[in-house]
């Protein structure tokens, strides 16, 4: 089914992404912009706060607001270092059932300037037991918008060590290796061409 996109709310953060929590369908829907993005420290304060609004439901469908309409409604929790991340996406019709992600697959691919995603590329399967999605890459595209390619956690392997290589980094992308044991974060270090669990 190709539902268009209606409407999505995004907590986003600056720096330190790195998964998203969430069920995901499979289907592939019109990129639409987000239309509320909060961000909030991790003890839950709010940092910022504003709004958009697009609606791009094809007629006869018609925009809704209701955000308790689950049939109609994905969400998102993005792991960060630094930020909490909520997405919820609303669709213009009822989302097809959700498709399990076989080893290793893209889940979500989202897009934005900078390292801020603000468009949904596409969605293609969830993650067994809603476990959280882990960002795998991140690289500037044809557009010079930047990609974000998130995969599930549990298809990720943990770094072997608390002081592992876990980014590789270029001019035009970087690839996470495997996600940091011990609640450490992956930290991009001098010379920015890798980074480390810390």
């Given at each position: 089914?190709?539902?268009?996109?209606?409407?999505?709310?995004?907590?986003?953060?600056?720096?330190?992404?790195?998964?998203?929590?969430?069920?995901?369908?499979?289907?592939?829907?019109?990129?639409?912009?987000?239309?509320?993005?909060?961000?909030?420290?991790?003890?839950?304060?709010?940092?910022?706060?504003?709004?958009?609004?697009?609606?791009?439901?094809?007629?006869?469908?018609?925009?809704?607001?209701?955000?308790?309409?689950?049939?109609?409604?994905?969400?998102?929790?993005?792991?960060?270092?630094?930020?909490?991340?909520?997405?919820?996406?609303?669709?213009?019709?009822?989302?097809?059932?959700?498709?399990?992600?076989t080893y290793g697959e893209q889940?979500?691919?989202?897009?934005?300037?900078?390292?801020?995603?603000?468009?949904?590329?596409?969605?293609?399967?969830?993650?067994?037991?809603?476990?959280?999605?882990?960002?795998?890459?991140?690289?500037?595209?044809?557009?010079?918008?930047?990609?974000?390619y998130y995969v599930c956690d549990?298809?990720?392997?943990?770094?072997?060590?608390?002081?592992?290589?876990?980014?590789?980094?270029?001019?035009?992308?970087?690839?996470?290796?495997?996600?940091?044991?011990?609640?450490?974060?992956?930290?991009?270090?001098?010379?920015?061409?890798?980074?480390?669990?810390?």
């Amino acid at each position: 089914m190709n539902s268009q996109l209606l409407l999505a709310i995004c907590t986003l953060c600056f720096a330190g992404c790195h998964g998203f929590f969430g069920s995901s369908s499979s289907r592939h829907s019109q990129a639409s912009r987000l239309l509320q993005v909060t961000i909030r420290h991790l003890n839950g304060t709010l940092d910022e706060e504003m709004s958009t609004y697009t609606c791009s439901c094809a007629y006869p469908h018609t925009c809704s607001s209701d955000w308790t309409r689950s049939g109609h409604v994905i969400s998102r929790n993005l792991l960060s270092t630094t930020h909490n991340i909520t997405m919820n996406m609303m669709f213009c019709q009822a989302v097809q059932p959700q498709r399990e992600c076989t080893y290793g697959e893209q889940a979500l691919v989202v897009s934005g300037s900078l390292t801020i995603p603000y468009d949904v590329v596409s969605i293609n399967c969830r993650c067994r037991d809603s476990t959280p999605l882990l960002l795998k890459e991140r690289s500037i595209g044809p557009d010079y918008l930047y990609y974000h390619y998130y995969v599930c956690d549990s298809h990720m392997m943990t770094c072997q060590r608390s002081q592992s290589n876990c980014a590789t980094l270029t001019s035009e992308s970087t690839t996470y290796n495997c996600k940091c044991p011990n609640n450490r974060h992956c930290r991009i270090t001098d010379p920015f061409t890798h980074g480390r669990c810390m």
